[in-house]
């Protein structure tokens, strides 16, 4: 446990003293939601009625262009395998590091969501869901966004080839997490969609991390 | 219980050399298959009281379907034995089925389209099913990209193998679509336990194409798999021997 703990500790300090980390995500996340009402219009009707959908299929995108620097930086500097070698089991190792990233990449980016998406007209109900579903469905996209990483780790295909193939394994996640906006914005129940993303956090947390830890192994081999 | 036949099928040389001489018979069986199967179904079978002749695209459209999500399956699980027991052959049906279960998807959602247009107005919808089959191409793309992108092939291949396992989490979301959401797809009409509502003059020629598509897909698996063996093998002894024999 201790060791498990000192490797979050670890990310963390790497990522807050190299603060772009942190902060191109949610960079990338504020300017493509800008984007949005001069592509679309500015019509505030239009805007509050799509806004759920944008503010998750962006968060999407937003967090996959962290992905490869989950492990890229530690295979680059060669202390992959070192991780490798600790007495902590890998898929430990793994889950410590997907769940740094969480904190580091998904919470900042749950936390400025429900502005941007007041700004596009969410009401403070739906913004209040936004953050709760990006903070409880951003572990599973971190989850899932880490095997991705890991199988493309040796590859140097990069961050297209990570997007192919995570997008299409996080449709369960952006469907119940826009649901449960779009649900709370029109005054529904959300607590269905919120329980089914918990779920889905309880079926990622054991497996996801055994799954990349496998995929780390390809990668070290290759 | 006696293994050998289990190891028998884990060695290349016996697998190319047992399959290929009946491979073209099976072709050639599944071809005729589909040859009567789509004579049934497009010229005897009785036309669709409400749709009229646009219906019959379903005897290409469902066995299509089928296969799609079948082919799935015997991707995820030849990844999965490839990995446990480290059987090379495993991978190489991996591999040789990722084609066809793509091109067997691509195959519904066309026909899907062509059939969409005269009788729900409208070549495309966002519809569960569609949509889940959509995202199930991009699975069947993702790992036959993520195979291609490593160096070296054996790595691949077990790195499409834990990608295969991963997106079984999407079949059953596809599988039970119809079901769950329902939009415009209609739901499950065929089924093992309960009388099917399709009257039997549609449904076994139906039944009689799903059958021959799986001969089909049976065939082109195997022998993308002997493909796949022979080119990565190519520089072995017994491929030159089994190609001076075969001449």
Same mark, same amino acid.
């Given at each position: 446990?201790?060791?498990?703990?000192?490797?979050?500790?670890?990310?963390?300090?790497?990522?807050?003293?190299?603060?772009?980390?942190?902060?191109?995500?949610?960079?990338?996340?504020?300017?493509?939601?800008?984007?949005?009402?001069?592509?679309?219009?500015?019509? !505030?009707?239009?805007?509050?009625?799509?806004? !759920?959908?944008?503010?998750?299929?962006?968060?999407?995108?937003? #967090?996959?262009?962290?992905?490869?620097?989950?492990?890229?930086?530690?295979?680059?500097?060669?202390?992959? !395998?070192?991780?490798?070698?600790?007495?902590?089991?890998?898929?430990?190792?793994?889950?410590?590091?997907?769940?740094?990233?969480?904190?580091?990449?998904?919470?900042?980016?749950?936390?400025?969501?429900?502005?941007?998406?007041?700004?596009?007209?969410?009401?403070?109900?739906?913004?209040?869901?936004?953050?709760?579903?990006?903070? #409880?469905?951003?572990?599973?996209?971190?989850?899932?966004?880490?095997?991705?990483?890991?199988?493309?780790?040796?590859?140097?295909?990069?961050?297209?080839?990570?997007?192919?193939?995570?997008?299409?394994?996080?449709?369960?996640?952006?469907?119940?997490?826009?649901?449960?906006?779009?649900?709370?914005?029109?005054?529904?129940?959300?607590?269905?969609?919120?329980?089914?993303?918990?779920?889905?956090?309880?079926?990622?947390? !054991?497996?996801?991390?055994?799954?990349?830890?496998?995929?780390?192994? #390809?990668?070290?081999?290759? | 219980?006696?293994?050998?036949?289990?190891?028998?099928?884990?060695?290349?040389?016996?697998?190319?050399? @047992?399959?290929?001489?009946?491979?073209?018979?099976?072709?050639?069986?599944?071809?005729?298959? &589909?040859?009567?199967?789509?004579?049934?179904?497009?010229?005897?079978?009785? $036309? $669709?009281?409400?749709?009229? @002749?646009?219906?019959?695209?379903?005897? =290409?459209?469902?066995?299509?379907?089928?296969?799609?999500?079948?082919?799935?399956?015997?991707?995820? =699980?030849?990844?999965?034995?490839?990995?446990?027991?480290?059987?090379?052959?495993?991978?190489?049906?991996?591999? %040789?089925? *990722?084609?066809?279960? +793509?091109?067997?998807? +691509?195959? +519904?959602? =066309?026909?899907? *389209?062509?059939?969409?247009?005269?009788?729900?107005?409208?070549?495309?919808?966002?519809?569960?099913?569609?949509? %889940?089959?959509?995202?199930?191409?991009?699975?069947?793309?993702?790992?036959?990209?993520?195979?291609?992108?490593?160096?070296?092939?054996? @790595?691949?291949?077990?790195?499409?193998?834990?990608?295969?396992?991963?997106?079984? =989490?999407?079949?059953?979301?596809?599988?039970?679509?119809?079901?769950?959401?329902?939009?415009?797809?209609?739901?499950?009409? &065929?089924?093992?336990? $309960?009388?099917?509502?399709?009257?039997?003059?549609?449904?076994?020629?139906?039944?009689?194409?799903?059958?021959?598509?799986? &001969?089909?897909?049976?065939?082109?698996?195997?022998? @993308?798999?002997?493909?796949?063996?022979?080119?990565?093998?190519?520089?072995?002894?017994?491929?030159?021997?089994?190609?001076? $024999?075969?001449?």
């Amino acid at each position: 446990m201790n060791s498990f703990l000192a490797i979050i500790g670890r990310e963390l300090r790497i990522g807050f003293a190299d603060l772009h980390r942190v902060v191109t995500p949610i960079s990338f996340f504020a300017v493509v939601l800008v984007l949005m009402p001069l592509g679309l219009g500015p019509s !505030p009707q239009l805007l509050a009625k799509v806004a !759920p959908g944008l503010v998750w299929v962006v968060a999407l995108l937003a #967090i996959l262009i962290s992905a490869d620097r989950l492990f890229g930086d530690d295979m680059k500097e060669g202390s992959l !395998p070192q991780l490798m070698t600790l007495s902590l089991a890998l898929p430990w190792v793994v889950l410590a590091k997907m769940l740094a990233w969480w904190l580091m990449a998904m919470v900042p980016l749950a936390v400025i969501a429900p502005i941007l998406g007041m700004m596009l007209g969410l009401s403070t109900e739906a913004a209040v869901i936004t953050f709760l579903t990006l903070l #409880i469905g951003g572990l599973g996209l971190c989850l899932v966004g880490g095997i991705s990483a890991a199988l493309t780790l040796s590859t140097g295909a990069g961050g297209a080839l990570v997007a192919l193939i995570a997008l299409p394994l996080y449709v369960p996640i952006l469907i119940f997490g826009s649901a449960a906006v779009e649900a709370a914005s029109l005054g529904l129940a959300v607590k269905p969609y919120v329980l089914i993303l918990l779920a889905f956090d309880f079926l990622a947390v !054991p497996l996801a991390p055994v799954a990349a830890a496998a995929a780390l192994r #390809i990668a070290i081999d290759d | 219980m006696d293994w050998t036949w289990f190891h028998r099928w884990g060695s290349p040389p016996w697998f190319v050399k @047992n399959v290929t001489p009946w491979l073209k018979w099976l072709l050639l069986l599944a071809g005729l298959m &589909l040859v009567v199967g789509s004579c049934w179904g497009l010229l005897i079978a009785p $036309e $669709e009281a409400k749709q009229g @002749n646009s219906a019959r695209i379903i005897y =290409i459209h469902v066995p299509a379907a089928f296969i799609s999500l079948a082919g799935y399956y015997t991707m995820a =699980i030849a990844g999965a034995i490839g990995l446990i027991w480290r059987m090379k052959i495993a991978f190489w049906v991996m591999r %040789s089925v *990722a084609p066809i279960g +793509a091109a067997m998807t +691509a195959i +519904a959602l =066309i026909t899907g *389209a062509i059939w969409g247009k005269p009788t729900w107005g409208t070549y495309w919808v966002w519809d569960a099913r569609i949509t %889940s089959m959509t995202i199930l191409l991009f699975l069947y793309l993702g790992v036959i990209a993520l195979i291609n992108a490593y160096r070296d092939v054996d @790595n691949g291949y077990r790195a499409g193998a834990i990608l295969g396992l991963v997106g079984t =989490i999407n079949i059953p979301i596809i599988y039970k679509s119809v079901d769950w959401w329902y939009t415009l797809h209609q739901p499950a009409t &065929l089924k093992l336990t $309960e009388d099917s509502p399709i009257h039997p003059d549609i449904l076994y020629p139906l039944l009689w194409m799903i059958a021959s598509f799986y &001969l089909l897909f049976a065939a082109l698996m195997l022998a @993308n798999t002997c493909r796949h063996i022979l080119l990565s093998e190519s520089n072995k002894r017994w491929v030159r021997q089994w190609y001076e $024999e075969g001449k």
